[in-house]
């Protein structure tokens, strides 16, 4: 049985970039869930329509509350692995930077059909 893999992703603010990451971290996890963290914009709408799961704050509760859901909605489900995005919406500023693609080397993934 192949272990069960989720991504937690909070985000805040991030309709521009969120669908990039929830799209490309989404080829490596068996789920990817996201803490909108009380946005004013679209980016619970538009990770749903993507097809992560989206817990929703009704409003900004900060990083440490999002970590906080994430971590409670993971326990329940039992997974294998959990990959925390720490601010994966953030364009990269060093090539050595972690972006999310890497997972696939981070988690030795290689043999793994994407």
């Known amino acids: 049985m192949k272990p069960t893999i989720i991504a937690c992703i909070p985000a805040y603010d991030e309709e521009r970039t969120i669908a990039r990451v929830v799209i490309e971290v ?44 994430l971590f409670k909605r993971a326990r329940e489900i ?12 953030i364009p990269v500023l060093h090539r050595d930077q972690l972006k999310p693609c890497s997972l696939i080397g981070l988690l030795g993934l290689h043999g793994r059909q994407v």
């Open 26 to 69: 989404g080829r490596y996890v068996d789920k990817v869930i996201v803490c909108d963290d009380g946005s004013k914009d679209l980016t619970g709408e538009i990770a749903g329509r993507l097809g992560a799961e989206v817990i929703r704050h009704e409003r900004n509760m900060g990083y440490g509350a999002a970590l906080h859901t």
């Open 78 to 89: 039992d997974p294998d692995v959990m990959v925390v995005l720490l601010n994966p919406c």
